[in-house]
């Protein structure tokens, strides 16, 4: 039996009410006897720095560096609005993605045909949508140097960001991007802006090479950025594995994902590179915040969360069937009508968080019965 250590860091806010669904779901999975997970649990965010006046401690990025994966719930929120600005609570999220070298955003947008009304788009251009951005997450304009705002002493000033990309950078998510895409549909767009960017040329070349070099077998389409924007809302399902830098997949992720309805819907993974033992870094968590207005009162959607574990067993622990049980169980909760407020639509039942986990569990048990 394949044993896992992961490490669960629930954070702020919502991020310990969903958590605590995904705690059962791991419970549920332990008792099944098929596979087995070691927990260790801690704090990050505005929950560490109250604790210890860091957003996450040196013992706890011991603990990250260790596990098999990292399940991470969300951080922040006004309480720790004028705390100084290395400590507020995002620098904990930003320090696990750095020192756990997490290069690979991965954003699934799936759109579960029981919420495909609920798109701002028509419904048949989104009913059964399986997409996957695969987003550049440590290099690009978010950290290329120089990075400043300099006076002109004129009365005005210049503002420089820079956006580097080195071919490693583009070579690894490539890939990524490919490596997933033969899991998948088979297809890989690659969205740069090579018209008018140096880096969009550098990236497309490389693209071209490992394609040509390592994937034949896969598709791949180059596409501008822009046209991948106009091309998400006007024919959405013509996509499969869309592989992208920091910036355009920050902006490409967001509008994919409204493409299918709440942000309490939505998961993610970063993975970085394999290590000596061939051992992949990887942190899982929901997209969405700590959702400070709703805390506290059972209001939060945790499906999100719940998804996003399904992508560890999928992409850290290659228990694809496990994971197919779980979106399984997601589909028949929302296909039978229960819904948190966030996905709520006339005619359904509104649901709170911990009776959205049970329902999700009974599924579960439907599935082995
Ligand atoms: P948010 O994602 O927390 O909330 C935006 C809106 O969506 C709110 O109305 C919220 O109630 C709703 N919402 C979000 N998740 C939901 C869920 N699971 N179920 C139901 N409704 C949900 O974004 P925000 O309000 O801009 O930020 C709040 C705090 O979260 C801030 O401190 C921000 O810095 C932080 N934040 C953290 C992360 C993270 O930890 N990865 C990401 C984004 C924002």
């Known amino acids: 039996m394949s044993t896992f250590d992961l490490l669960i860091l629930p954070g702020d806010g919502i991020g310990t009410e969903i958590m605590v669904e995904v705690d059962r779901i791991i419970k549920w999975f332990n008792d099944q006897g098929t596979v087995t997970f070691n927990t260790q649990q801690s704090l990050v965010g505005g929950a560490a720095f109250d604790a210890h006046g860091e957003a996450i401690s040196d013992e706890t990025m011991d603990m990250a560096q260790k596990a098999d994966a990292v399940i991470f719930g969300a951080v922040g929120g006004p309480k720790w609005d004028d705390v100084p600005y290395e400590a507020r609570p995002e620098a904990g999220l930003l320090r696990l993605r750095k020192d756990l070298g997490l290069f690979a955003n991965l954003r699934p947008a799936i ?214 049980m779980i979106e399984t169980a997601i589909a028949n909760v929302l296909d039978q009508g229960l819904r948190t407020g966030d996905i709520m639509q006339e005619g359904k039942r509104l649901v709170s968080t911990t009776d959205m986990g049970t329902a999700i569990i009974a599924e579960l048990n439907k599935q082995t019965a």
């Open 111 to 324: 759109c579960y045909p029981a919420l495909a009304q609920s798109s701002s788009l028509k419904h048949e251009l989104v009913e059964g949508l399986d997409i996957l951005i695969v987003r550049e997450l440590t290099g690009g304009v978010y950290f290329g140097e120089p990075k400043e705002i300099t006076d002109l002493g004129n009365g005005q000033q210049r503002a420089v960001d820079t956006q580097i990309y080195e071919t490693y950078e583009i070579d690894r998510i490539a890939r990524v991007a490919f490596d997933l895409a033969r899991k998948r549909g088979n297809l890989v767009h690659s969205a740069e802006k090579r018209n008018v960017m140096k880096t969009g040329v550098l990236w497309n070349q490389v693209v071209t090479k490992i394609h040509e070099d390592d994937f034949k077998d896969v598709s791949l389409e180059h596409i501008l950025a822009d046209n991948c924007a106009m091309q998400l809302v006007r024919n959405p399902k013509q996509f499969d594995v869309i592989v992208t830098d920091n910036l355009f997949g920050d902006i490409l992720s967001d509008a994919a994902a409204m493409l299918t309805g709440s942000l309490g819907m939505l998961p993610s993974a970063s993975i970085g590179a394999k290590d000596d033992q061939g051992r992949t870094k990887a942190m899982y968590e929901p997209v969405h915040g700590s959702a400070p207005d709703i805390a506290g009162q059972g209001k939060a959607n945790p499906i999100a969360m719940i998804a996003s574990f399904a992508m560890a067993l999928r992409y850290s622990f290659s228990k694809a069937q496990e994971a197919d």
